[in-house]
């Protein structure tokens, strides 16, 4: 999440991402909610969201007070490359710095 967002896990799982939490339990709910929460507040793939999930949550965002949660039309997550790998059979994912990510050109499919 970007700096100045203050959801909570809580909030996330509560409104983000309920059924994957009834699911799977609370921690993938909430790994999961940040793409999900990203791509409702992206113009360019909010419409790939079901219509009453993206009202629901985009209603209790809005529903936050001004000063703890970032502007309207501002994207509470921040996308960020991952690079994978596996060691040992264990899998890491690992933030590409910005500085990296853009000497592949644009990261828009990141």
Known sequence: LKAGCSLSD?????NVTPNIANSFGKGIAVILAKPLLW???HEEVSDLVPVRAHA??????NAIP???RLGNGVNPV?????????????IFLNEVPDAFARVGGDRAGA
Do not use: H, I, P
């Not at 809580?10 to 509560?14: G, I, K, P, S, T």
């Not at 629901?56 to 965002?61: D, I």
């Open 66 to 68: 001004n000063g703890q």
């Open 78 to 90: 921040k996308k960020v490359l991952l690079s994978a790998s596996v060691t040992r059979g264990e």
């Open 10 to 14: 809580d909030w996330l799982v509560e």
């Open 39 to 41: 791509a409702m507040f």
């Open 56 to 61: 629901r949550v985009v209603t209790a965002y």
